[in-house]
């Protein structure tokens, strides 16, 4: 069975304010409590409104709208599943909104982004489907720029049982980004062998971004509050996310992370593009610290992206140098968790669409189209989450995160050299924890491992010693819940990411020669600033992935 891996790497398709499907640049600061107010808010002096996203201590009432009104300001939505409301105010007004002692905190409504055959081979997906694995009766949510009801989501009728869009107008997709992702999990193949990991699973397509692949965070939080109303009536298990935007804050106030906690905690696995800014060495660190929201949230499955190098085998495939690496801004997580194919993947795409119409030169044959990058790597290992729940239904999140990186395959080389084929730069990718997390998918070794996590298995913290430069890990707290690294034998950091991304003969992961070459990444200031990155390397990656 092949399957259809997109390049996840639409860095971001940073268009003024939308959320790319793939994750674009962070910002990393210091763990400090923050103001009321974020930093990319900071000129307040401008004219005219801005949109923003305003978190509550309590869930906001209309007396609480009334305030804004007052303001003059505008309410646009309500977001129960964060405690927070959508409103237009003037920038002038932000310091009086601020001194509500009821305010939480106060961000913009920011753009979000996607982060744009062989790979099933790569990640063994045989083995579900010699078991009998392919995804039935459980539905996976993708919040994406839609979907084409195309053949490929067929069975004996639509496998597409439920479709909404949160930008206004159709659910069906005209940018390509949604179709591409949602094959790569489900396609059945329509003849060709560019099949989904779970080619049997029910679809729910929630449209969050238009025809640019352009969205915001009130449009995915929308789509996610979306999932978790209907998580019985179609039994959803698996939100995918291959879409992202910069860091701005942590993630305990920011209202994209606090959106998808809010479904993991519901019982639904959510998987989140790590994003494609690695190679971003703007701020000195090496493409360190990169990773994007909401894949900087400790709960969800961050996933990296790697290359298949046109090969059925595993042992040649390499890590695509603009895979983001970690840590987390702020928060200083450990992240990716994970890794899976993601460089020039093969998956479907609608007749007349538009990014066929704009890169004809990507089209395969009849539907389907190659595209890279991070949202490509995303839908496999969303696939592989079926996979696990069809066999163990009654397994939680944190029991699926976790048997995914233990049975995560830890052998790698040290660095690898990737040359980009537009602008023919050379990158050197290290194999280290932020860069390949606990390793690459094996869908073979989760199902024949019978290992049940039991407690938290929230993303780890990693705790910079100025005086020795060395950088060790330890246990992220969870609410009412012991986290299961380090528990027994069994879960010892060794286990889950290998020997060989500890300095030896200690628990560093890092010693006073980390690549990154400066404290830069473990500094109290944002590396990136207050705006998106460039969209045109973005979607160099994409549509041209890397050799």
């Not at 923003?52 to 300001?73: E, M, N, S, W």
């Not at 019982?267 to 493409?287: E, F, H, Q, W």
């Not at 980009?420 to 390793?439: E, R």
């Amino acid at each position: 069975m092949a399957s259809r891996f997109a390049r996840k790497t639409c860095r971001a398709f940073r268009a003024g304010r939308c959320i790319t499907a793939f994750c674009i640049g962070v910002t990393i600061a210091s763990a400090a409590t923050p103001q009321k107010i974020s930093s990319d808010l900071k000129n307040r002096s401008r004219p005219g409104d801005v949109d923003v996203i305003v978190q509550y201590k309590v869930t906001p009432t209309r007396f609480h709208h009334q305030r804004i009104a007052r303001l003059g300001g505008r309410l646009h939505s309500t977001m129960d599943l964060v405690g927070a409301a959508h409103y237009s105010i003037a920038a002038s007004a932000l310091d009086e909104l601020a001194a509500d002692p009821d305010v939480l905190y106060v961000t913009p409504n920011r753009p979000v982004y996607p982060m744009m055959d062989i790979p099933a081979q790569s990640v063994n997906a045989a083995a579900a489907a010699t078991a009998g694995y392919d995804g039935t009766g459980i539905g996976v949510a993708i919040v994406d720029s839609g979907m084409a009801d195309i053949p490929d989501f067929h069975s004996k009728n639509t496998r597409i049982v439920y479709q909404a869009s949160f930008i206004g107008g159709s659910p069906v997709d005209q940018w390509g980004h949604g179709t591409h992702v949602a094959g790569l999990i489900g396609s059945n193949g329509n003849g060709t062998v560019y099949t989904g990991i779970v080619p049997d699973v029910n679809l729910i397509n929630l449209r969050a971004l238009d025809q640019n692949g352009n969205g915001t965070d009130a449009s995915v939080i929308a789509a996610i509050n979306s999932a978790i109303a209907l998580k019985n009536t179609y039994n959803i298990r698996v939100i995918n996310l291959s879409l992202g935007r910069p860091v701005f804050e942590p993630a305990a106030v920011d209202p994209l992370c606090q959106a998808v906690e809010k479904a993991w905690k519901a019982g639904i696995v959510v998987v989140v593009a790590a994003g494609n800014d690695g190679r971003d060495n703007s701020a000195g660190t090496n493409g360190y610290g990169t990773i994007t929201a909401p894949g900087n949230d400790p709960y969800v499955i961050t996933v990296g992206a790697m290359k298949d190098m046109g090969t059925a085998t595993r042992t040649d495939d390499l890590i695509a140098s603009y895979s983001s690496k970690g840590p987390t801004g702020f928060d200083h997580f450990v992240k990716p968790d994970i890794l899976a194919p993601g460089n020039r993947v093969v998956s479907t795409m609608n007749a007349g669409i538009g990014l066929l119409q704009q890169y004809p030169q990507n089209k395969v044959a009849n539907d389907e189209y190659i595209l890279s990058g991070t949202s490509m790597a995303t839908p496999i290992v969303s696939g592989a989450a079926v996979v696990v729940l069809q066999k163990n239904p009654s397994m939680t999140p944190d029991q699926v995160k976790a048997r995914l990186m233990k049975t995560a395959s830890k052998t790698f080389p040290a660095s690898s050299v990737a040359v980009d084929p537009t602008t023919h730069i050379a990158y050197t990718s290290y194999y280290d924890i932020f860069t390949v997390g606990a390793g690459y998918l094996d869908i073979a070794a989760a199902l024949s491992s019978s290992d049940l996590a039991a407690g938290s298995a929230l993303s780890p913290t990693a705790i910079y010693d100025p005086a020795t430069g060395q950088v060790t890990v330890q246990n992220t707290p969870a609410s009412g819940a012991t986290a299961v690294w380090g528990s027994t034998a069994v879960w010892g950091s060794t286990a889950v990411w290998g020997s060989s991304v500890w300095v030896s003969g200690s628990t560093a992961v890092w010693g006073s020669t980390a690549v990154w070459g400066s404290t830069a990444v473990w500094g109290s200031t944002a590396l990136f600033g207050s705006s998106t990155s460039d969209s045109s390397e973005s979607l160099s990656v994409a549509i041209n992935g890397e050799n």
